[in-house]
């Protein structure tokens, strides 16, 4: 009885940590202290925590691969629902902000400008992973294909990598770290992938981790 | 909703408190209603280009003072982007890429001693110490839009004189069909130029035309005091009609040459910077719009115009030219 309550605190502390960011970034707009561009830096927050989140949900398998630790696997679908919701308020902000809802305007940026091109698709891909989220939905799909439709993540993590990058003026280094934690992220995957399955291991990998 | 601010403005701020207040309530109000912003922001603007500009705190002891200067001799009927926003939000990447390094970083530049070397194409070559130019031209106040490639823009009250003026006391030579010029290269003082971010150092252009052009200027101040070293201490370029990373900072020399000048931006990345790089709602960069800009302090973004709104003053030196193609 004690250890769902303890797991349920662990979650809701996690889940509150994430919120921070965002309660911080909304404090200081409304107090006009975000600098003289406030809409362009809080733009860039807002799609710097998305990547943040959405590196720390993929980091949780490659920690188990490592270390044999297995408990941030519970956190995968949390943290991956907190970059989902960065990635709303990235989006809204552009919208109902920056572009003031000017759709003409916005309909010419996603299909003209190749950065707004891909992160829109990442954010587009994040949807059916949000939705699809819940246990039941688990159940709905059957875990494979669940699993396969999931992938995406993989898709939408390189999208935003890119996102990030094409935005840059000159100045790579940060989309250049952020790329190389996904691509170290990756790595262990595919390592794992490759490394021959014994019995044991296979069962333990393929339990689906989301389940509470 | 009303909200406010608690009475610790400091006092030196007192002149941009009713912007500065007013400005916030946009903000606040931002979650509320986009229309109702439009509105306010509209008016924002006309209220403050009517009443007192948000001057600068007074300068510190000992900074460089500037000789008299004719104020307002060239003015646009638009409110004044605020003093801690001309000097807090710079692009100049010798001082790092943010926003805010410029601001932070700038205080290692030596600006005395200073001297800019005009050579190349001219009968009177002349290397001339930086209060020596204070004295020789003539200062005025020249308030000027500026627009950033990046979309966003700031109208801000330049101190400095017309680069023509001087160009021409030196003789330029029949030969002389571009002006080159070429950023102090410092990286003891320039923690950026450590970087590879861009080839050091900056370096700039104009055709001959343009540096002529009375609208273009070296300036010296802003806001009636010299030049922050975050805005190109002690002597930088300002051509208000094409996008800022024209107006080249902190200028060692000025070279009159035959032919056109590599420019910074441009080696960088040829096909999203030209050497022209005027102002123009109708080619976008590559990766952005170009359509509208954010003015500094204004919630909606307004539309950009063409040349930056100097269209009438400029846009004949282009005429005939294929300004997509020469962008």
């Known amino acids: 009885m004690a250890r769902p309550f303890r797991e349920r605190a662990a979650k809701a502390a996690i889940g509150a940590l994430a919120l921070v960011p965002a309660a911080r970034l909304g404090w200081l707009f409304y107090r006009d202290a975000l600098g003289a561009n406030p809409i362009a830096e809080a733009l860039n927050q807002l799609g710097l925590w998305t990547l943040i989140l959405l590196l720390a949900s993929l980091a949780c398998t490659p920690i188990k691969v490592l270390t044999g630790w297995n408990y941030p696997l519970r956190l995968r679908r949390l943290l991956g629902l907190e970059a989902f919701f960065y990635a709303c308020l990235h989006f809204s902000m552009y919208i109902a902000v920056d572009q003031g809802f000017d759709f003409g305007e916005i309909w010419k940026d996603i299909v003209k400008r ?40 993989y898709v939408a993590a390189v999208l935003a990598i890119v996102h990030f990058t094409w935005r840059v003026k000159s100045d790579l280094r940060q989309p250049l770290a952020y790329g190389l934690v996904l691509l170290v992220l990756m790595l262990v995957r595919v390592f794992d992938w490759l490394r021959p399955r014994r019995a044991a291991r296979g069962g333990a990998r393929s339990a689906p981790s989301s389940s509470p | 909703m009303l909200i406010r601010r608690p009475s610790d403005v400091r006092s030196s701020e007192i002149t941009s408190r009713g912007l500065y207040l007013r400005r916030r309530d946009f903000l606040a109000g ?24 948000p001057a600068p705190p007074p300068a510190p002891a000992g900074a460089i003072a500037l000789p008299p200067y004719k104020a307002n001799a060239v003015t646009v009927d638009e409110a004044k982007t605020p ?112 970087l590879p971010v861009l080839e050091w150092p900056y370096v700039e252009g104009l055709r001959m035309d343009e540096a002529m052009h009375p609208l273009t200027i070296l300036a010296v101040g802003l806001y009636g005091q010299a030049l922050p070293n975050q805005n190109g201490a002690p002597v930088r370029l300002v051509v208000p009609w094409k996008y800022g990373f024209k107006s080249i900072k902190s200028i060692v020399k000025v070279r009159l040459v035959e032919k056109q000048p590599p420019t910074a931006w441009n080696r960088y990345a040829p096909n999203e910077y030209g050497f022209y790089s005027n102002v123009n709602p109708d080619v976008d960069h590559p990766r952005w719009s170009q359509s509208k800009e954010r003015r500094i302090g204004e919630l909606s973004r307004r539309k950009t115009l063409p040349f930056n709104g100097y269209g009438a003053e400029v846009a004949s030196l282009y005429a005939g030219m294929d300004l997509a193609k020469n962008f």
């Not at chain 1, 688990?138 to 993540?153: A, E, I, Q, S, Y």
């Not at chain 2, 926003?85 to 692009?91: A, E, K, L, P």
């Not at chain 2, 101190?159 to 080159?180: C, D, H, N, W």
Request: aromatic share 10%; hydrophobic share 40%; charged share 20%.
């Open chain 1, 114 to 153: 190749k950065f707004m091109t891909v992160g829109f698709a990442a954010f587009v891909l994040l949807i059916p992973l949000a939705v699809t989220s819940t246990n039941k939905m688990v159940k709905r799909l059957g875990f494979p294909r669940w699993k396969r439709l999931h992938r995406l993540v």
């Open chain 2, 83 to 194: 003093f801690k926003d001309v000097s807090g939000y710079n692009n100049f990447y010798e001082f790092g890429t943010d926003k805010s390094d410029p601001a932070q970083n700038a205080h290692t530049l030596r600006t005395r001693p200073w001297t800019v070397a005009f050579e190349g194409e001219i009968a009177k070559p002349r290397t001339i110490d930086i209060d020596t130019l204070l004295k020789e031209n003539p200062l005025e106040e020249r308030v000027y839009r500026l627009r950033c490639v990046e979309a966003w823009s700031m109208v801000i009250p330049w101190i400095g004189f017309p680069l023509g003026a001087l160009l021409k006391r030196l003789e330029p030579t029949s030969r002389a069909k571009y002006v080159a010029m070429t950023t102090l290269m410092a990286p003891e003082q320039m923690p950026g130029q450590r």
């Open chain 2, 30 to 53: 931002g979650a509320a209603t986009a229309a109702g912003l439009a509105v306010e922001l509209g008016g924002c603007k006309t209220q403050a280009g009517t009443s007192t500009s």
